[in-house]
């Protein structure tokens, strides 16, 4: 068996797909909306941002968020308003309806939070995120 440590890539590769799969099926079953789709909702509730912020809030590549920003617009969730500076580009706004959707979002998420620290404990839960949330943010 191979040691602890040389299989961190795998496990942490292996348990993002797992949970990215059951917060989808929560988020999809309490809102209508993906889990990619709520982190976009999140950062576009902080308002002011471009598709091409968002992409970068997100660490996505921009044709895969103007593909997911039209879905978003489509479904009533966002809207797009003209740049009052840049004229080709164009500020995004959560509507009532993401809103709504990100209030009915909130009891799935706390359960699948929930539910982490029940297995991760609340110190160990912390200290994941903690952890976790530098690796996104590529402090390694």
Do not use: Y
């Not at 969730?77 to 309806?97: F, G, I, K, S, W």
Request: with cysteine; proline share 3%; hydrophobic share 45%.
């Amino acid at each position: 068996m191979a040691e602890p440590d040389q299989r961190l890539f795998f496990l942490l590769q292996q348990a993002a797909h797992r949970l990215r799969v059951a917060a989808d099926r929560r988020c999809l079953a309490a809102a209508g909306i993906t889990t990619a789709q709520l982190g976009a909702l999140f950062a576009v509730r902080e308002g002011g941002l471009t598709q091409r912020e968002l992409a970068e809030r997100l660490g996505q590549r921009e044709s895969a968020v103007t593909a997911m920003v039209a879905r978003l617009a489509e479904a009533g969730l966002v809207d797009r308003r003209p740049h009052p500076r840049e004229h080709r580009a164009v500020v995004l706004r959560l509507t009532a309806a993401g809103e709504e959707a990100l209030t009915r979002a909130r009891p799935a998420i706390e359960e699948f939070n929930a539910r982490l620290v029940a297995v991760l404990g609340e110190a160990g839960f912390r200290d994941t995120v903690e952890g976790v949330g530098k690796l996104a943010r590529g402090e390694w």
